[in-house]
């Protein structure tokens, strides 16, 4: 069972919306079994959604076309569908007194325009929109030796108008027709290693040919491992979800630090406010500016742990506030180990926490010297049995480097509640 | 000009993820008189990507393509590429070298699978990644009989390292290869009004039959007034565009804080830095945590104004780090006039500074009171001739409060800058 998504508008094609129906549809297929092949999106143009419509009617069981049946003359998905199936539009009726009735009932007068929701291709089936007045259509391709059959369903671009349609009235044919196949994902989350040195932990699971199929993604630093599993029946697709899951985590341990919608900061503060005692973190920042703190109150209920936070952006402010001695920072400089151990332990002792969290580092573009380029950063986290400091050279530009610094810091601590040492 | 946007990636067909580098680019290419004929989705399947680059290529003068370029076995764009140019794909030294320098510099072993991130197909040239290890690829497709050339170019589908590669290197050919019609644009940036606010302060500017044509966006509270100047002539779109700028401008008056890539912390930074004999600004917040020093301090060179900064979460570090009495907490609450006025005041004394800004409100989702609901933020502005301190209800969850507060107390500093009241 396969389908291609086609989405029209030209208010996509133009870049003004961001297309969510087809990232919605496809969840929705891929939790019942059926596979996407493609999402096509063409304008308000009739002969670019006739072209689209009759090359995915060859290649895919169902075609779901979302958009271009408002009452208005860009309106074209109706006019397309009955090109590329040869039939006439047809007043259907039913709608055409539900119309009525509706504009009825909103006591205004209805537009000539709005009859032409009322047409669909001869032979094809309306479907009842329960939210708005573009009705559905639900119509057959066949190719001219017969052979080929794809069932076309023309839903509302409206989102919620779509996605009541699309429960209501699609659905149960995909289900149906499906005959079974089940397809159930997982999403596992790391931090600290790069794609590719995730992939190579992962080895052979990544062989394209597996089933479960499992891929990496990136993004703001995060490789997370999507594992895919397409079966028959949900207990295989279940079984075989969980031996691979329990695959991909014993390949790459603690580094996963949640799945699917968790995330970095969430799960610590998880962490931290199941710590037994309660526990509270303070932080002290530099180049971060104040960036670890924010993410540690991103999660309701932070102000459990979260309660003192330090941003000593200045030399100065290092010293006044947090007591670093101005030798050191003359000495070793303000990104030097001695300048985030004697941060971070002023912050654990000043803001009475359990733990401290302290971040210096070269955010750039400018600031950077053949020692310490842009990117190198010192993060030190002062606990109860004492320190731990690491110096990262971070890739990427200012927000990057932050941005890395911040989840770093995040990072050192998880594992330290963990109880064991960082694994890069 | 004709353009086709591909996107890679099982996240994609899976529903995973919303591709909004689609829109994105359409809207890119849309400013320049590129127009988007389709956008195309598949997954990290090799054939699939074959078949729609095959397709796509005897269609449109351009294609973009971003994603499936990165180091694992599922990233196969550029084997799919190669395979429809029926070119080998061959390694890149300059870019093998870069990627070797990279791994050298973040201290990490290069994978043997990055080495295929330096692979193009023979005849193709390299895109350098500023942001990243996924070099871009710049190829021209030839039909057999030499009719049809369609230049493809591949980048990476991070949205942002693919909007810097698309910038800096896929923009310019496009531009250059549209000729005729001349499109120019600028958007002028607003915060603190609604979007229909500001387009009723906009009026008949935003009727759509104007050329330049007018229109409103909004993202992160931000709305942004787009003005879209389409003429024969580059002299002829100039001053037309100018001219409407300036009736946008007249009509909303400082609202507006900058045009194009501004940002609200840049104008700031620059207004600050401008200030004759250089002036500092001292944060203290409380349900922000953080996030107005750290928005302070996005920009580079920040360390001029800002110097000292302190979250104050919980009660007590308001009392003990800046000195609220306990009493004004306890008869007014934390999130009161007084206590952002004896925060602001403390911040400034403190750290020294001619500015303090201080943010204490309920972000939630906890927390409201129906005299205090969700959203209910007071900032204060300490600075040499006294203090303003107003009080704001601000909508949505508890990310956009904090955002749109952090991003409030900027523009209350902005304002005062200016010599200004704020205008809402």
Known sequence: MQAIILSVGDELVLGQTVDTNSAWLSQQLAAVGCAVAAHLTVGDDQRAIEQAIEESVGRCDVLLVSGGIGPTEDDLTRQALAAVLREPLEPNEKWLHRLEAFFRKVGRPMSPLNRVQAMIPRGATMIENTAGTAAGIDASYRSGDQKTVCRVFVMPG??????????????????????????????????????????????????????????????????????????????????????????????????????????????????????????????????????????????????????????????????????????????????????????????????????ALAVSGIAGPEGGTPDKPVGTVWIALAHANGMLARKFVLPGDREMVRDRSAKMALTMLRFHLLGKELPF
């Not at 089940?182 to 040919?209: C, Q, W, Y």
């Not at 790459?252 to 037994?276: C, E, K, N, S, Y």
């Not at 303070?282 to 180049?287: D, I, K, P």
Request: some cysteine; charged content about 20%.
């Open 158 to 355: 409206v989102p919620k108008e779509m996605k009541i349609m699309f429960q209501r009235n699609v659905l149960p044919h995909v289900q149906h027709a499906g005959g079974g196949a089940v397809i159930l994902a997982r999403t596992l989350h790391t931090f600290g290693l790069g794609e590719s040195a995730v992939a190579e932990k992962l080895g052979e699971l990544m062989d394209r040919r597996r089933n479960p199929v499992v891929g990496t993604t990136v993004s703001g630093g995060i490789v997370s491992v999507r594992i895919n599993a397409r079966f028959l029946t949900l207990d295989e697709a279940s079984r075989e979800l969980a031996a691979t899951e329990t695959a991909c985590r014993a390949a790459l341990g603690d580094l996963v630090f949640g799945q699917d919608d968790d995330t970095l900061q969430g799960v610590l503060a998880r962490d931290l406010m199941g710590h037994p005692g309660g526990v509270t973190v303070a932080t002290a920042e530099s180049c971060t500016g104040g960036l670890v703190a924010k993410i540690l109150t991103d999660t309701p209920g932070s102000s459990r742990y979260f309660k003192y936070g330090w941003v000593t952006y200045a030399n100065e402010a290092k010293t006044e506030l947090l007591g670093v001695a101005p030798d050191v920072l003359r000495g070793h400089g303000a990104v030097s180990e001695p300048t985030v151990r004697a941060m971070a332990a002023a912050a654990r002792e000043r803001g009475r926490a359990h733990f």
